[in-house]
């Protein structure tokens, strides 16, 4: 039997599973099979909490987008990540550190559920990206548009455009682009004031989520270095609003809620039973 908890940042939607004693194993098959919405759990991305294998960490977080890819990093899920461990008095530490894939992360859970999570520093240099272009600008031309590109544990691409109605097929160049050997996030960014932009984001491996929160970071700290938009800056997605603050160390806070929607259980035979 497999226990689980179905969370949710701003509508990004996550399966959340209690790893610590590493008996649970699911293939790229089997993660994909209940990220389907009509013949599984569904979710965007399968979130599970590990014991860690650093001294300067309290667990694990390990990330698995619908299609069954692992990830380095999802800020939505973080704050989901925090709560959980909370809620399921795994830890009563707070604030928590937590390893990933991409370095180590803090999460501080408040009062009223909402979660800082201090991203890390954004890496602009190609090669950390990764970004198949040598030199290291401000935009880049990736498929006849230009973008700024970063990594904030993982790779984004950031348009700033005045509609953002009509996005997939853009996305769907940029993402199939050999610029990005691993693919690539995609925001969609719209200035609305200095004080707020609008996005909307299509992610790698899931397709366009009603909130992104590495690529609220990303299209926050373009915004902001870019002189569009002061620090902080909200961001508004179509699941609601995140906070971005870059701190005067260059590293990136994200500040927003977290959702518990209900626990459930799955037995094996849940998890292979339909045919594709």
């Given at each position: 039997?497999?226990?689980?908890?179905?969370?949710?940042g701003?509508?990004?939607?996550f399966?959340?599973?209690?790893?610590?004693?590493?008996n649970?194993?699911?293939?790229?098959?089997?993660?994909?099979?209940?990220?389907d919405?009509?013949?599984g759990?569904?979710?965007?991305?399968l979130?599970?909490?590990?014991?860690?294998?650093s001294?300067?960490?309290?667990?694990?977080?390990?990330?698995?987008?619908?299609?069954?890819?692992?990830?380095?990093?999802?800020?939505?899920?973080?704050r989901?990540?925090?709560?959980?461990v909370?809620?399921?008095?795994?830890?009563y530490?707070?604030?928590?550190?937590?390893?990933?894939?991409?370095?180590?992360?803090?999460?501080?859970?408040?009062?009223?559920?909402?979660?800082?999570?201090?991203?890390?520093?954004?890496?602009?240099?190609?090669s950390k990206i990764p970004?198949?272009?040598?030199e290291?600008?401000?935009?880049y031309?990736?498929?006849?548009?230009?973008?700024?590109?970063l990594s904030?544990?993982n790779?984004?691409a950031?348009?700033?455009?005045?509609?953002i109605?009509?996005?997939n097929?853009?996305?769907?160049?940029?993402q199939?682009?050999?610029?990005f050997?691993?693919?690539?996030?995609?925001?969609?960014?719209?200035i609305?004031s200095?004080?707020?932009v609008q996005?909307?984001?299509?992610?790698?491996?899931?397709?366009?989520?009603?909130?992104c929160g590495s690529?609220?970071c990303?299209?926050?700290?373009?915004?902001i270095?870019?002189?569009?938009?002061?620090?902080?800056?909200?961001v508004?997605?179509?699941?609601g609003?995140?906070?971005?603050?870059?701190?005067?160390?260059?590293?990136?806070?994200?500040l927003?809620?977290a959702?518990?929607?209900?626990?459930g259980e799955?037995?094996?035979?849940?998890?292979?039973?339909?045919?594709?």
């Open positions: 039997m497999i226990y689980f908890t179905k969370m949710h701003l509508g990004n939607d399966a959340v599973i209690d790893n610590i004693d590493g649970v194993s699911l293939s790229t098959d089997e993660i994909r099979k209940l990220s919405r009509r013949f759990i569904g979710f965007d991305q979130l599970m909490v590990e014991s860690s294998t001294k300067d960490a309290d667990f694990r977080y390990v990330i698995f987008n619908a299609d069954g890819s692992e990830v380095n990093q999802c800020g939505n899920g973080a989901c990540f925090a709560l959980y909370q809620k399921k008095n795994l830890s530490k707070n604030p928590l550190s937590v390893e990933t894939n991409s370095g180590i992360m803090t999460l501080t859970i408040n009062s009223d559920d909402s979660v800082l999570v201090e991203m890390g520093e954004p890496n602009f240099l190609p970004l198949n272009i040598n290291t600008t401000s935009e031309m990736v498929e006849g548009f230009k973008v700024g590109a904030i544990g790779p984004h950031v348009l700033i455009l005045d509609d109605t009509d996005i097929s853009t996305a769907l160049k940029i199939s682009s050999k610029n050997p691993e693919g690539v996030n995609v925001g969609f960014m719209k609305l200095k004080d707020e996005l909307r984001v299509v992610e790698r491996g899931v397709g366009e989520t009603l909130a690529g609220a990303a299209a926050g700290v373009v915004a270095q870019k002189r569009w938009a002061q620090n902080p800056v909200s508004l997605m179509d699941g609003m995140l906070t971005i603050n870059l701190t005067p160390q260059g590293s990136v806070e994200l927003g809620p959702e518990w929607i209900f626990d799955l037995n094996a035979s849940q998890i292979s039973s339909h045919e594709e």
